[in-house]
T-cell receptor
């Protein structure tokens, strides 16, 4: 049984470049979440998918950010024209649709450094 | 979601019980108390949750006061691997899918 996987684990990019991260949720988990975490803070919600439908987006998700889950399985998070303030850990989580609790299963995260 | 207050840091000796408090004085009747932890360089991990009764699982126990305004997470025999940031989250079980994390309590287990 594999958990949530995220790739790459680390990404260093120059300001202004575009980056894309991938999240593979636990198999058959219908719900998928993206969070962002900066140093010393708890994770902050970015967006949430149920199957391929993006049901909620945080105001933190500026128009430079876009997330997709085209077939209801893996998801990608793209940041265009990166800024130094985008440096953070990007976390993905998943949960089954039939869940009666808020137990979300998190991946190890992708650490982005914008220079 | 109700606001939670946790101490920023705590130490606990290895082998002893670690008791992590959380205040949630504005909790409403349909809100549950959830605990997650985050070990360094890993994603958060679910620990336990409860509504009003005390709960226990293989990882921890959760004690919720009768008025539900505060709770305590208990790690009965802390090990070095329990060193992590512990987050207390209060929210309804349905209707709002996101988790709202605060800054949590950084628990350090001392050998």
């Amino acid at each position: 049984d594999t958990g949530v996987s995220q790739n790459p684990r680390h990404k260093i990019t120059k300001r202004g470049q575009n980056v894309t991260f991938r999240c593979d949720p636990i198999s058959e988990h219908n719900r998928l979440y993206w969070y962002r975490q900066t140093l010393g803070q708890g994770p902050e919600f970015l967006t949430y998918f149920q199957n391929e439908a993006q049901l909620e987006k945080s105001r933190l998700l500026s128009d430079r950010f876009s997330a997709e889950r085209p077939k209801g399985s893996f998801s990608t998070l793209e940041i265009q024209r990166t800024e130094q303030g985008d440096s953070a850990m990007y976390l993905c989580a998943s949960s089954p649709l039939a869940a009666t609790t808020l137990e979300q299963y998190f991946g190890p995260g992708t650490r982005l450094t914008v220079t | 979601d109700a606001k939670t207050t946790q101490p920023p840091s705590m130490d606990c000796a290895e082998g002893r019980a670690a008791n992590l408090p959380c205040n949630h004085s504005t909790i409403s009747g349909n809100e549950y108390v959830y605990w997650y932890r985050q070990i360094h360089s890993q994603g958060p991990q679910y620990i336990i949750h409860g509504l009003k009764n005390n709960e226990t699982n293989e990882m921890a126990s959760l004690i919720i006061t009768e008025d539900r305004k505060s709770s305590t997470l208990i790690l009965p025999h802390a090990t070095l691997r329990d060193t992590a940031v512990y987050y207390c989250i209060v929210r309804p079980n349905f209707g709002n899918e996101k988790l709202t994390f605060g800054t949590g309590t950084r628990l350090t287990i001392i050998p």
